[in-house]
């Protein structure tokens, strides 16, 4: 056998002999036993990921509460839940999701602009640990819910720092032009607001400033921003007893070079000792960085396409299954299943696309390949915003996805068939 030489930024993937595997199986049986397009996932790769948060954090008080929106499928977030983590949620959907995986529902924040009533009375029946709120309206209206149930919703503020992330415009969070958090300058007086109101009880401040952030400088200024604050509303008499620094760091993609997680908080902290605040409790919510480069999306070559302009290979997967590419013109690499390619074809420039009837279904462009139809490929870093964005469009049911650790692998989400599809809908009575 010769030594598998794992893929850049992928260290539980990698060709062993000419198969690529990830962790001890290779990826070629996985496809054969569930069919494609089908997901697959490392344990190891996210456990690791989560380990460098760990590390960074050794000797503090921290809360890591996995943001699930990144990859929400429930044996994804039994492991972390194993692992001791809480959870970031966007909707009560989410919320039940952590329950059915065994979440602790007081390691469970609440983030979101558009909470509805309902979604709130869920959390507070549950009694989860904390509110995150993005609006002063949201303060009133939490307030009056929690006492008509009796009790006090545990809340913190997410401030909009106005830093930007130098990130893609769509996934940029903590702009004064976004929806999201209260702007840094009203921040104080929306404090005070929600500590005057009954139904509430302050207990930490947060930001998230944005995703696939390959730069620390953001993250630095938008914690001297928040311990500003944090001085001003503790001197205005509101104690906050947790410190929230959101998610965002950014995985490799494309030969991008994001900080280590422990690299990135030994910075932080070092900027909270040097404030003061470094034995504060402090929460994070990573989402992208603990699974992204943990999944692939294997897909099979349906046709190849010579064109003039343009070379196409079209394959299984399509952008209902991953959705990144046409969304925010997001780029994955995509390697074959056997080193090197089809021996019998000749590399050639390739767009490659889905069956879906638009144009912007694309998963790669101006991809050199040597592929027939029949061949497997691996569309890679497929582990966040992939499956978990995923939508039926064209009646296409969703992959399979399956778990590997080691050399066991399983099934943790089966094919969806197309009666699964039609199970809410009903033809009109005549
Ligand atoms: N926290 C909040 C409030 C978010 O909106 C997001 C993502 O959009 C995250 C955490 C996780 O971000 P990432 O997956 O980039 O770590």
Redesign the pocket.
């Known amino acids: 056998m010769t030594t598998p030489s794992p893929l850049p930024g992928h260290p539980h993937i990698a060709y062993r002999d000419d198969a690529l595997c990830i962790e001890s199986l290779p990826l070629a049986d996985l496809a054969r036993e569930h069919g494609t397009p089908l997901y697959v996932y490392s344990k190891a790769s996210m456990l690791s990921a989560l380990a460098a948060y760990q590390r960074g954090f050794a000797g503090r008080k921290v809360q890591i509460c996995y943001?699930m929106?990144?990859n929400s499928s429930l044996a994804v977030l039994q492991l972390f839940a194993q692992k001791g983590c809480g959870f970031?949620i966007?909707s009560g959907g989410e919320l039940q999701r952590v329950l059915a995986a065994g979440g602790d529902p007081r390691k469970i924040i609440f983030?979101g602009v558009g909470k509805t009533r309902a979604e709130m009375r869920e959390a507070l029946a549950t009694g989860i640990g904390c509110f995150?709120v993005e609006s002063e309206s949201e303060l009133d209206v939490l307030s009056e819910v929690a006492v008509a149930m009796g009790t006090r919703a545990p809340i913190s503020i997410?401030v909009n720092p106005n830093v930007d992330p130098k990130t893609h415009p769509y996934?940029s969070?903590g702009l004064k032009g976004n929806k999201?958090g209260v702007a840094h300058e009203r921040t104080l007086q929306a404090y005070q607001h929600a500590a005057s109101l009954p139904g509430l009880q302050v207990v930490g401040i947060d930001f998230?400033i944005g995703?696939?952030i390959t730069d620390d400088t953001p993250y630095l200024d938008a914690t001297d921003r928040l311990l500003d604050l944090v001085q001003a509303i503790e001197g205005a008499g509101i104690p906050l007893h947790h410190l929230d620094f959101?998610?965002?760091?950014g995985i490799n993609y494309n030969g991008d070079t994001p900080p280590e997680a422990d690299a990135l908080w030994a910075k932080l902290l070092a900027k909270l000792d040097a404030r003061g605040y470094g034995d504060r409790q402090f929460m994070i919510?990573?989402?992208?960085?603990l699974v992204g480069n943990a999944g692939v999306c294997l897909t099979e070559v349906l046709y190849v396409k010579p064109g003039e302009q343009k070379n196409f290979c079209i394959v299984d997967a399509a952008m209902n299954d991953l959705p990144r590419p046409a969304m925010y013109q997001a780029f994955h690499a995509i390697v074959p299943l056997q080193a090197g390619g089809n021996a019998a074809a000749q590399e050639q420039i390739y767009d490659v696309v889905g069956p879906v009837c638009e144009s912007g279904d694309w998963i790669g462009r101006d991809r050199a390949l040597a592929v027939q139809p029949g061949d497997q490929l691996a569309v890679l870093s497929a582990g966040?915003?992939c499956s978990a964005m995923g939508s039926n469009y064209n009646t296409r049911a969703r992959p399979a996805e399956v778990l590997v650790d080691g050399s066991a692998s399983h099934l943790i989400r089966s094919r969806e068939t197309v009666t699964d599809l039609f199970r809410c809908e009903q033809l009109v009575k005549a």
Not at 246 to 249: D, T
């Open positions: 943001a929106k990144a970031d966007v983030s995150n997410r996934i969070t999201f998230h995703s696939q959101g998610g965002g760091l919510e990573p989402g992208r960085s966040a915003y």
